[in-house]
């Protein structure tokens, strides 16, 4: 049993931005290709589940960044499970570049849930050891619930085919892709992403529009996305920034 995964990857051409650096969601989908392997490894991962009546929902992440990585550069990461949380399964993860600088450090809350009641599971409901790596963390804190104001109206979209996933609702790093695309070309020029911290409430589906607002305090935005059919919140975000 590997205790902590590692991947390597290099960077694409389609995973940057104008500014040739990785965008973030693209950051968090390899964070999270690095957590399935590793689930699959340790016998908790998608198949072993969907036979279980059991699936993974990512429920919070906060991520640091030192610095994005660009078209071309390799970087790899690491990633491993590292306590329970209340009733969230802990993974923590660091990337690192080619000279093994760490350029960026996270933190995931995970919940087992049911696939039929989607209540969560405890872990015994696994019937596999999960290494906990007792003491291994990459960021000090377990993400809070977010509680940040958001009310300006930014803008409003249907859910279309590219953001349903293989459980026929809205993978969770698009809703990432809703919060970078809050901020303008201007904002871009001059900004640079410090740290972003998402805390997912429900989950939408295609045909669903969502509204997205937001609200500021100093170089933190507040971003909720609330769904225009049922009037609730089905996601929340912490963006800071500083200048570049």
Aim: charged share 25%; net charge negative; proline share 4%.
């Amino acid at each position: 049993m590997i205790p902590v995964w590692k991947e390597n990857y290099k960077i694409t051409s389609y995973q940057v931005d104008f500014r040739e650096k990785i965008k973030p969601t693209n950051l968090m989908q390899l964070f999270q290709e690095a957590a399935g392997n590793h689930a699959q490894h340790l016998g908790a991962g998608y198949a072993a589940l969907v036979e279980a009546k059991m699936f993974w929902a990512l429920s919070r992440i906060r991520v640091e960044i030192l610095k994005l990585p660009i078209w071309g550069e390799e970087i790899h990461i690491e990633t491993w499970p590292c306590s329970l949380v209340g009733p969230f399964f802990r993974r923590d993860f660091v990337f690192y570049d080619a000279s093994n600088e760490p350029i960026c450090r996270g933190v995931s809350g995970w919940l087992l849930l049911n696939a039929d009641t989607m209540r969560p599971q405890r872990a015994d409901k696994l019937n596999i050891e999960l290494p906990f790596n007792e003491g291994k963390f990459a960021l000090g804190s377990f993400p809070d619930r977010l509680n940040g104001t958001a009310e300006t109206a930014v803008f409003k979209k249907k859910i279309l085919y590219n953001e349903i996933d293989v459980n026929f609702h809205v993978n969770n790093t698009r809703y990432l892709d809703w919060v970078m695309d809050c901020f303008d070309s201007d904002f871009y020029q001059s900004h640079q992403l410090s740290n972003f911290t998402l805390e997912f409430l429900g989950e939408m589906h295609w045909g669903d529009e969502v509204e997205l607002l937001s609200g500021q305090e100093g170089t933190t935005f507040h971003i909720q996305a609330l769904n225009s059919q049922t009037g609730k919140v089905a996601f929340k975000a912490d963006v800071e920034w500083e200048n570049c």
